[in-house]
């Protein structure tokens, strides 16, 4: 029996330096325990169980933790000036009217103000009326319900995040 090899970008994550592997974990999310868990977990086998790894810390963040990781978010439309991933996640809103970019941008004040933070969806490959529609949709929740929603949506970012991480050569 053969073990399949590993990944040639896995690999290469795995044998990062710990400040290094740290600071590449902490651009995909901006949470401390989120990254610490991944760290401790290392070396990788196989994406499977880097993913797995990934969802089972996301599980265990606190509100704190999440509030962390949320920190490193933009608001959608606004993306960072200079910041490739946020932009290249938001891409939806590239092409968004002055009218969609003005509510979506009067949608995530009143989010964030009755939430503490801003709204938080995995972006890529939305659209920005999808956008729209989504925080319309959400704002209605109980806090409760949005931080679980939130904890989803940052797990699926992650994972597009952690891809674009071992997969790249």
């Known amino acids: 029996m053969t073990s399949t090899p590993t990944p040639p970008g896995l690999a290469r994550f795995n044998a990062l330096g710990e400040h290094a592997a740290?600071?590449?974990?902490h651009e995909a999310c901006a949470s401390a325990a989120w990254v610490k868990?991944?760290?401790?977990?290392?070396?990788?086998?196989?994406?499977?169980s880097l993913y797995a790894a990934s969802d089972a810390a996301m599980a265990e963040l606190t509100s704190d933790d999440l509030a962390e990781?949320?920190?490193?978010?933009p608001p959608i439309g606004r993306p960072e000036p200079g910041d490739?991933?946020?932009?290249?996640?938001?891409?939806?809103?590239?092409?968004?009217?002055?009218?969609?970019?003005?509510?979506?941008?009067?949608?995530?004040?009143?989010?964030?103000?009755?939430?503490?933070?801003?709204?938080?969806?995995?972006?890529?490959?939305?659209?920005?009326?999808?956008?729209?529609?989504?925080?319309?949709?959400?704002?209605?929740?109980?806090?409760?319900?949005?931080?679980?929603?939130?904890?989803?949506?940052?797990?699926k970012i992650n994972r597009i995040r952690l891809a674009r991480l071992v997969d790249e050569d």
Do not use: W
């Open 84 to 155: 490739p991933t946020s932009t290249r996640e938001q891409r939806g809103m590239v092409g968004a009217s002055e009218e969609l970019r003005a509510e979506m941008l009067e949608l995530n004040l009143a989010y964030q103000d009755r939430f503490g933070h801003v709204f938080l969806i995995c972006a890529t490959g939305r659209t920005g009326e999808q956008m729209r529609d989504a925080v319309k949709e959400r704002i209605g929740n109980s806090p409760e319900q949005e931080r679980e929603i939130v904890r989803t949506e940052l797990g």
């Open 69 to 73: 990781a949320m920190a490193g978010h």
């Open 22 to 25: 740290f600071a590449a974990l």
């Open 37 to 48: 868990r991944l760290l401790a977990a290392r070396p990788y086998a196989d994406t499977g």
